[in-house]
Nanobody, 115 residues
Framework: QVQLVESGGGLVQPGGSLRLSCAASQGILSFNPMGWYRQAPGTERELVARIYRGGSTAYADSVKGRFTISRDIAKNSVYLQMNSLKPDDTAVYYC?????????WGQGTQVTVSS
């Protein structure tokens, strides 16, 4: 059974930083790609960042230059470093992995950016 477990969300002031972690029950190279999505109240879930098996990455325009996706293959984990956070970044953040054409999701972690 494939499981993705997020951690690291919380409350942070504007301009602050958070690091999200996603631990996978399977080797992360079995997923292609892995990524982070977010969903704010009343909006659709949107892609934030992706990392492909070969290591290339892609970002939503709204987070380019502020967020960085990375991975630790030995730890079966993917990370999202979020800097210069804005109130508009407030959302539930979900880890996603695509494996054999199936989508897998974590349970989500809340990120709130507020003073």
């Amino acid at each position: 059974q494939v499981q993705l477990v997020e951690s690291g969300g919380g409350l942070v002031q504007p301009g602050g930083s958070l690091r999200l972690s996603c631990a996978a029950s399977q080797g992360i190279l079995s997923f292609n790609p892995m990524g982070w999505y977010r969903q704010a109240p009343g909006t659709e879930r949107e892609l934030v960042a992706r990392i492909y098996r070969g290591g290339s990455t892609a970002y939503a325009d709204s987070v380019k230059g502020r967020f960085t996706i990375s991975r630790d293959i030995a730890k079966n984990s993917v990370y999202l470093q979020m800097n210069s956070l804005k109130p508009d970044d407030t959302a539930v953040y979900y880890c996603n992995g695509v494996r054999f054409s199936s989508d897998y999701w974590g349970q989500g972690t809340q990120v709130t950016v507020s003073s």
